[in-house]
């Protein structure tokens, strides 16, 4: 980025400028990479400070740091030392710009480059190759001609010590991987066409025909043409042969060529390509779907396909076993070379250079394809926790993936590799222990003071230091001896890195999973004890910004603290938060974090009211207040188990959502403040506590304004985690309640269906018989033992019920129906429950008349107190009472 600022880069300026208004009378220090990383480390650092981080600010510091190189050195030092480092001739993602390998945080957008290996099968004119990059080199037995760019620029060029033909930008991508070439002539893609040539294989003589979909810029700019087998083939084949403007010559050639079948595919034709753009429709050979087919026939073909009798003598052979036969025979009669290719290209570097292959000369690599060690890391992961458990796979298939990494660079910032320091360790490599470094980092904040009798400075520290303190090998009284550092500080160091290790938590994003986060694996399985290994990773989405993903061409980019600085750190926070789990990315939208802002300015203005009213001694509990204890025990329960697995989403909804949701109901229940007010206080006060405490880790300055107002003293940030109660659990609380919510409902729903305004209002509470038999039913739903004919003649059986009649004959077969069919965690609840429906009934008549504004009368079924002009007692059940309105 400093370079680019160098030499004025309009984008870089833009977003400089832009996105992160910096002002330009700034820019001409930024153009110093170091001071570069100083603006941006010390804006981020502003940054974590606004949104509220705990962080322990005294373990900072940048990997530039003397002491931190000191560290890696003593990591490199001992990886090499232990066989983890190769030197070799290894291809690597590389910038021709700034000639350094590139990594994923090199690369416009953070993209891995990922290299792989092709074939070049060499066609032969006489002396004269004619190289073709191919995935599929067993498909050279059903090859009909070789296609070229017409429009494109060739050169003969003397390529190690034969002649070749290939594309211009070839050259480039040859030499980048060892070849020595000299161009000897340049040809256009004209000159090269209908001119024949032999099939190294087959022996077949062959012509080399036009093809717009060839590109010059991919592998050699030639393509063998397997149309039986390759769709971009076949389709440039038939438009060739339909093409009208054909010389007769050439016309002759092409009508002659007919696919030739190699390998055979069950449920597919001789010639699957044909098939296969039959059925996509494509009919031009630019259509992008083209990729589509032809990723969807090679996958099925390398599965599925095995070789046929035209690829003698491979027939019967698979394809996957094939392939590696003919790579192996080929490439011993020198008719084959390797061509390594970036696979998801094009990838661009930061500097704004296309990302190639290039191989290294005795380059230095870290062996991450060493199977023991991949054995180590497979056995630490199978033992972490992974959050989202989604992405456990992902981790299994990078370990497995990663091979040798190239771990050295010429340039850039960085620590020298210890013992070739014309080499400087790039940025992935250097930040897989990191963690073990704030243990030290904290100790050497302050200038150096806790060392101050060893008189040299920080890059003479011996090894022998790090030895102990990280891995517990020697004693501190000899490093005492050797660097004069007292012994109370280096046990002390020692003790607090085996105090935080091993790591519990690593909060990283789903994009270093393949990088970073298994590399932090590998490292920590090769350098510590098994009790170090990590414990635990998630891995995060990304942040989305009104469902789109944040971009500089979209201008939907909005650095952090503009962020605070617009709608406040905890609004933010929560609005991040609530809208996604950890699997998903998570949403930004101003019009959410705008509703946040209200429900937490609400939850403030709430605590300070309370927190200025005084709780006197003891006053009875009612029902209500046990309910919303209760309620509110169990809202704790459901957040605790949600914090634990980080489903953050589902706390919030729990904390801000259902807990209102509650606390408004309880507020409604008890009627204008004037009654019941001590009862109400402190059970509001204990329901504000809970919140304050449970809010603390998601809204920090919200949380303690709450805690403060509410007349605690401290920080809720100290404060335990609210504890779920089973003493506050009350069941019959629960039920009386949803009685009267149900109640509260029916009747609102009569009342709107008939548009009656009601002067009163009768609740008829079921029979006691009833309540009897349906506790029966509850019974035998839980021992599940349904049977409903069973159950009649049981409840029958009794003189009492069977002197009803009827009417209980039907009202248990309602009853054992109802109980089957309940959801279990309902059955469960109210099995068993003695309730007394007619108390909890009449309690509520104040809040049924204020509701509804009427004379509220409640009776039982069956007795007379109560008059029921329309007969509608018997017609109640248990938890829901009949309702007769005037
Ligand atoms: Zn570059």
């Known amino acids: 980025m400093a370079k680019r600022l160098s030499q004025n880069d309009p984008e870089i300026v833009k977003t400089f400028t832009e996105v992160y208004r910096i002002p330009r009378q700034k820019f001409d220090q930024l153009k110093e990479p170091k001071r570069m990383a100083e603006y941006f480390r010390t804006d981020i650092k502003k940054g974590m400070i606004e949104i509220g981080y705990s962080i322990d600010w005294r373990r900072e510091f940048t990997t530039i740091d003397h002491m931190y190189n000191r560290f890696i050195q003593w990591h490199f030092r001992w990886v090499n030392q232990h066989g983890y480092i190769t ?208 990723k969807d026939l090679y996958s099925n073909e390398f599965h599925n396909g095995s070789m046929n009798e035209n690829a003698k003598p491979y027939t019967g052979q698979s394809v996957e076993q094939a392939r590696q036969a003919i790579i192996q025979e080929l490439t011993n009669a020198g008719k084959l070379a390797k061509l390594y290719e970036i696979l998801n290209k094009p990838i661009i570097c930061r500097c704004g250079t296309k990302v190639v292959v290039h191989i290294v000369d005795n380059q230095w690599f870290i062996n991450y394809g060493d199977p023991d060690w991949k054995k180590q890391a497979h056995l630490c992961l199978d033992q972490m926790a992974i959050l989202p458990e989604e992405r456990r796979n992902e981790f299994n298939y990078a370990l497995d993936w990663l ?40 100790y050497l904040a302050k200038d150096w003071v806790s060392f101050k009798r060893f008189e040299k400075s920080p890059e003479d520290l011996p090894d022998a230091f790090f030895d102990y303190i990280f891995l517990g090998e020697g ?73 789109a993903k944040m971009s500089k061409s979209l201008e939907n980019i909005i650095p952090l603290r503009q962020a605070i600085a617009e709608f406040g750190a905890d609004p933010l926070r929560i609005g991040v938060l609530s809208t996604a789990e950890l699997n998903q990315d998570t949403d930004f939208s101003e019009s959410i974090v705008a509703t946040i802002q ?12 309370l927190g200025r009213r005084r709780v006197s001694g003891k006053t009875s509990s009612s029902t209500l207040d046990r309910w919303m204890l209760s309620r509110l025990n169990s809202a704790a329960q459901t957040a605790t188990t949600a914090m634990e697995k980080l489903r953050v989403r589902e706390v919030i909804n729990t904390i801000l959502y259902n807990i209102e949701n509650d606390t408004a109901w309880y507020q409604r229940r008890l009627g204008p403040r004037k009654k019941s007010r001590e009862g109400r206080d402190r059970v509001l006060k204990q329901v504000f506590d809970f919140k304050a405490r449970m809010i603390a880790p998601l809204a920090p300055h919200v949380a303690e304004e709450m805690w403060a107002s509410l007349g605690n003293k401290g920080m809720v940030a100290k404060a335990d985690w609210p504890e779920f109660r089973e003493s506050l659990h009350d069941s019959a609380a629960e039920a009386a309640e949803s009685i009267i919510r149900q109640t509260l409902d029916d009747t609102a729903e009569i009342l709107r269906a008939t548009g009656l305004t009601p002067k009163r209002i ?81 309690d509520a008549i104040d809040f049924f008349s204020r509701e509804f504004k009427a004379e509220i009368q409640v009776g039982q079924e069956g007795e007379k107190r109560v008059s029921d002009p329309k007969d509608r007692a018997r017609s109640a059940e248990p938890y829901r009472p009949a309702i007769f309105i005037e």
């Open 403 to 442: 091979k040798e990494r190239a771990c050295a660079r010429k340039v850039g910032l960085g620590t020298r590799l210890p013992w070739d320091p014309d080499w400087i360790i790039e940025a992935l490599s250097d930040s897989v222990i990191y963690m073990a470094y704030y243990i030290l980092a904290k």
């Open 762 to 842: 009768m609740y008829y509470s079921a029979a006691l018989w009833k309540w009897r038999v349906y506790q029966k039913a509850l019974d035998m739903a839980v021992k599940s033992q349904s049977d409903q004919g069973t159950f009649i003649r049981d409840v029958m059986s009794e003189p009492e019920l069977r002197s009803i009649g009827k009417p209980a004959a039907d009202f248990a077969s309602k009853a054992i129906r109802q109980a089957t069919q309940m959801k279990e965690e309902l059955r469960k609840s109210r099995v068993g429950l003695e309730l007394k429906e007619m108390n909890i009934l009449e």
């Open 87 to 294: 030197k070799g001739t290894h291809p690597v993602a590389w910038c021709p710009n700034d000639k350094n390998p590139v990594g994923t945080v090199d690369t416009q957008g953070d993209i891995e480059p990922e290299i792989g290996e092709s074939s070049l099968i060499k066609f032969r004119q006489d002396e004269i190759v004619y190289p073709t990059a191919t995935l599929r080199p067993e498909t050279v037995f059903g090859v009909t001609n070789l296609w070229v760019n017409q429009e494109a620029q060739y050169v003969q060029a003397r390529v190690d010590e034969e002649q070749w033909i290939v594309s211009l930008e070839a050259v480039a991508t040859l030499e980048h991987q060892n070849h020595k070439i000299s161009i000897e002539r340049e040809l256009s893609g004209k000159e090269l066409l209908w001119k024949t040539l032999t099939n190294p294989v087959t022996q077949a003589i062959i012509p080399i025909l036009p093809a717009r979909f060839v590109e010059p810029d991919n592998g050699t700019g030639i393509v063998m043409s397997v149309p039986g087998h390759a769709p971009y083939d076949y389709q440039a084949l038939t438009e060739l042969k339909t093409n009208p403007s054909l010389p007769d010559h050439a016309k002759a050639i092409v009508e002659k060529i007919e696919p030739i079948s190699v390998i055979t595919l069950e449920g597919f034709s001789q010639s699957p390509a044909v098939g296969i753009v039959k059925k996509y429709g494509i009919t031009d050979q630019k259509d992008p779907r083209l990729a589509e087919a032809t």
């Open 475 to 547: 004693s501190a009284e000899a490093i005492t001896r050797e660097t004069r550092i007292s012994k109370r500080i280096i046990e002390g160091i020692r003790k607090e890195f085996t105090y935080f290790y091993p790591v519990d938590m690593r909060h990283s994003a789903k994009d270093l999973v393949s990088n970073h986060l298994s590399m932090y694996i590998f490292h920590h399985t090769a350098l510590f004890p098994r009790n170090l290994w990590p414990k635990g990773i998630v891995a995060n989405g990304f942040v989305l910004m009104e469902r």
């Open 598 to 609: 209200e429900r937490l300015v609400n939850l403030v203005v709430q605590s300070r009211k």
